[in-house]
Each structure stands twice: as structure tokens, then as C-alpha cells.
């Protein structure tokens, strides 16, 4: 990809339109885009120029990333896993997790849920019984306390480039710490009248991993919109409705309100779990007609 002229790196920060970019042998070198839009993640692949300008990428093997009607929002560039992480404390959108799941499976990226805070006994069944749909789908769930014990995560990691995804306040930057030492992410105290964690992470960073691997740690979201995937994308990436697919009486069946469709007799079979067909509406009916 480069020139005797040019330098090959990968992003491991990403500020708005600046980048951290490591070098071969470890040293670190900052890039900026040729044009006025950022098109380059964290995990990227670049070629820059010796005054610091990207002038391209690697092929990459995923791309991580979310939009709306007007903008995307790159994630991760190049990540193998995705990391979801919940809490018991604050609550946690299991609607967001489904809309994670469908970018990821878009993307091939294997998906490990992370219930984070586990130590917080009291509220640990509300939040499995969040959890159950995508237990129940065969979902992978660690539980741990990031604060106490990261270490149930760690077989996950080796040789993996992991992303982590979540809301704010679900202790992403804390279990960054735990895993990363020396990484220093910086955490703030949750804001408990309204029920989420503040900001803390306000770009995304890629650590070396001590025992192998890659760590991307993201900032908190709380919206995560499905506009560049087609409705026939989305319905594939609810992995549980792909043997029924094909199998309702009409070959566009929306399962909504149609006769003889395959997904809703699955649900009312207490095959599939409703709340994920309520995922799925709402993410077609967003996909054709807003908000995203």
C-alpha cells in the first residue's frame, strides 16, 4: 500500500479529525485526512505522508458502525468481536443490544454480552431477566464486576481485536482499566437522577491487550440506528428467525399483521420470544419511515 515516500500505521485514536496512528516498531505519529470528512476509524489501516496526511486505508476485513437519515458514525474498524456491556446499575436498553446484534452480525463479528456490576446482588435479576430473550437466542453472557474481577472475560480476548459497545455508565472505561493496565481511562461518578452514566470516554482508543489482542474502547451511546442496512439485512440479522425465513405463506411477508407467517406462529409456539419480534418491527418501521 505505501511509497518509499509515505508511512503505514494503524489508527489507534480517533479525535474528530485527528488521529493517533502507531507506526511499525511502536512509535506513534498523528494524521489528518486529505478532505474535510473524517472517513477512518480506530482499527484502520492507513498509509500517511511525512507532513502526517492519510491518504488511504487497508482493505478492511469489518467496519463497525451506526447511522441515521443524515450521518454515520464510524466505531471500529477491523474488530473481530464485539463486546456489549450491560449493568445491573443503571438500567440498560435491550433495544439497543438487538440494534448492536444486527450491525454485528452484518459485519461477521462474533458477540459476547458483558453484565458488568454483577456484584450489586440486588439488582442482578431484573437484569438477567433483560437478558433472557438473547440467552435465550444463544447469546453469550459473562457476568462480572470490572471493579472486583474482570478476569471471566479474559479467555475471550486472546488473539481477538475486541470492541467495547454500550451506554454510558455501564463501566466500559473501568473494565478497560482492569484489563489494560496502565490504560487510565478516565471514569466520573453516575449521574443517578437521570439513570445514566455521564460522558467519560469522549473517543474511541485501541489498547495492546497484555496476553494478546486488541481492545477498542468506544464512548457511550445511547442511540444506535440501522439506516445503512436494507430491511432484508436487518431480518437476517436476528440469527433466530433465519430457519422460518422463506417459510411464510407470502414470499414479502412483513410479519406484521399478514396470515400465515411463520416468524409470529413461531412466537405464539413460545419458540421465538416476543419482545424480539417487537425489536424487529421497530426497526423495520424506523429503517423505511424515521427517525434514523
Not at 119 to 139: E, H, N, Q, V
Not at 161 to 175: C, N, R
Amino acid at each position: 500500500m505505501s511509497t518509499p515516500a509515505t508511512r503505514q500505521g494503524t489508527i489507534v485514536a480517533a479525535f474528530g479529525r485527528h488521529y493517533e496512528i502507531e507506526l511499525a516498531g511502536g512509535a506513534l505519529a498523528t494524521g489528518y485526512p486529505r478532505g474535510k470528512k473524517s472517513p477512518f476509524a480506530v482499527g484502520d489501516e492507513v498509509e500517511l505522508t511525512p507532513d502526517g496526511q492519510i491518504t488511504g486505508h487497508a482493505v478492511r476485513r469489518s467496519l463497525l458502525y451506526r447511522s441515521d437519515a443524515y450521518r454515520q458514525k464510524l466505531i471500529a474498524a477491523n474488530a473481530t468481536q464485539l463486546l456489549l456491556v450491560v449493568a445491573t446499575d443503571p438500567s440498560f436498553s435491550d433495544m439497543l443490544l438487538s440494534r448492536a446484534l444486527v450491525a454485528a452480525e452484518h459485519q461477521g463479528l462474533t458477540t459476547t454480552i458483558v453484565l458488568n456490576k454483577s456484584d450489586l446482588s440486588a439488582a442482578l435479576p431484573a437484569a438477567r431477566k433483560l437478558l433472557a430473550p438473547f440467552i435465550a437466542l444463544g447469546c453469550r453472557v459473562v457476568e462480572l464486576s470490572a471493579k472486583f474481577d474482570p478476569s471471566p472475560l479474559l479467555p475471550l480476548l486472546a488473539g481477538e481485536s475486541s470492541v467495547l459497545v454500550g451506554q454510558s455508565g455501564m463501566g466500559k472505561s473501568t473494565l478497560t482499566n482492569a484489563l489494560v493496565p496502565g490504560a487510565a481511562a478516565p471514569t466520573r461518578e453516575l449521574s443517578t437522577a437521570l439513570d445514566s452514566g455521564k460522558h467519560t470516554t469522549t473517543y474511541a482508543r485501541l489498547y495492546h491487550l497484555p496476553h494478546g489482542g486488541t481492545l477498542i474502547d468506544s464512548p457511550g451511546l445511547q442511540e444506535f440506528g440501522l439506516k445503512h442496512l436494507t430491511p432484508q439485512e436487518i431480518e437476517y440479522g436476528f440469527a433466530e428467525f433465519r430457519p422460518f425465513l422463506g417459510r411464510c405463506r407470502f414470499r414479502d411477508c412483513q410479519h406484521q399483521a399478514e396470515p400465515g407467517c411463520a416468524i409470529k406462529e413461531a412466537v405464539a409456539a413460545g419458540t421465538l420470544h416476543p419482545r424480539r419480534l417487537e425489536h424487529f418491527r421497530q426497526f423495520i418501521s424506523e429503517n423505511r419511515h424515521g427517525p434514523y
